[in-house]
C-alpha cells in the first residue's frame, strides 16, 4: 500500500517563501511529482523528481531524499496566482501514481 | 488545442441508475486512468489502461467499469450509482507508463 502525508493547509505572505513537505511510504519507488491545483480546475504538472536532490524550475523547486521518504516543493516570490492545492504523488513499482491528500496553500497580500 | 476532453462537466443522478463518464484525448497516449477526487482524501485511481485493448483495476475499482476499444476513447461506467459516488472524476492520460499525467478537466458528479 501506499502511504502519503503532507499538510492539509498552509498560509503565507506575498513575495514570501513557503515549503511545502511531503513524506511518504510506498510499495516501491519510481519517482516523485508535484501537481498544482487551483480550486475547480483539473491537476497540472509542476515537477518530477526520480534523483535525490534539488531539481529547480523558476519559483518552484523540488527536493527529495529517497531514503528518508521525503520530498519537498519550494515556492518563492509567492504571487497571488500561487493560491491553489499543491498535490505530491508517489509512482510505486506497479508503475501507478498514487497522491496525496493535497496542501492549500493561500496567499495573502 | 490537443488535450482530454471529458464530457458531461456535471450531471445530477438518481440512485440506481446507469451513468458513463466520456473521455477523449487527442494526444496519442498510450496510457489512460479514472481518478476520483474526494474532499480530504484527494486524487484515488479507479481504473487505468496501459494500451488499447487492456484495462486494469485501480485502487478503488468497486462500481466502476471501463473499456479501451482504441486509443483515445476511455469511457468510465457506473452500472448502479450510489451516493457515495458522488465525487469529481478526472480522466488522464501519459505518453507512456512512465511519463506524467495531463489531466481533463473533470466531471462533477452527484448522485441522490
Known amino acids: 500500500g501506499q502511504n502519503i502525508d503532507q499538510p492539509t493547509e498552509m498560509t503565507a505572505t506575498e513575495g514570501a517563501i513557503v515549503q511545502i513537505n511531503c513524506t511518504y511510504q510506498?510499495?516501491?519507488?519510481?519517482?516523485l511529482f508535484w501537481y498544482q491545483q487551483h480550486a475547480g480546475e483539473a491537476p497540472t504538472f509542476l515537477s518530477y523528481?526520480?534523483?535525490?536532490g534539488l531539481e529547480e524550475k523558476g519559483r518552484f523547486s523540488s527536493f527529495l531524499s529517497r531514503s528518508k521518504g521525503y520530498s519537498y516543493l519550494l515556492l518563492k516570490e509567492l504571487q497571488m496566482k500561487d493560491s491553489a492545492s499543491y498535490l505530491c504523488a508517489v509512482r510505486g513499482d506497479d508503475y501507478k501514481l498514487s497522491f496525496g491528500a493535497g496542501t492549500t496553500v493561500t496567499v495573502r497580500a | 488545442i490537443a488535450g482530454i476532453t471529458q464530457a458531461p462537466t456535471s450531471q445530477i443522478l438518481a440512485a440506481g441508475r446507469r451513468m458513463t463518464l466520456r473521455c477523449t484525448q487527442d494526444m496519442r497516449h498510450n496510457a489512460m486512468y479514472w481518478y476520483r477526487q474526494d474532499l480530504g482524501l484527494g486524487l484515488r485511481l479507479i481504473h487505468y489502461s496501459n494500451t488499447a485493448g487492456t484495462t486494469g483495476k485501480g485502487e478503488v475499482p468497486d462500481g466502476y467499469s471501463v473499456s479501451r476499444a482504441n486509443t483515445d476513447d476511455f469511457p468510465l461506467t457506473l452500472a448502479s450509482a450510489v451516493p457515495s459516488q458522488t465525487s469529481v472524476y478526472f480522466c488522464a492520460s501519459s505518453e507512456r507508463e512512465t511519463g506524467e499525467l495531463f489531466f481533463g478537466e473533470g466531471s462533477r458528479l452527484t448522485v441522490l
Open positions: 510506498t510499495s516501491g519507488f519510481n519517482g
Open positions: 523528481n526520480v534523483l535525490d
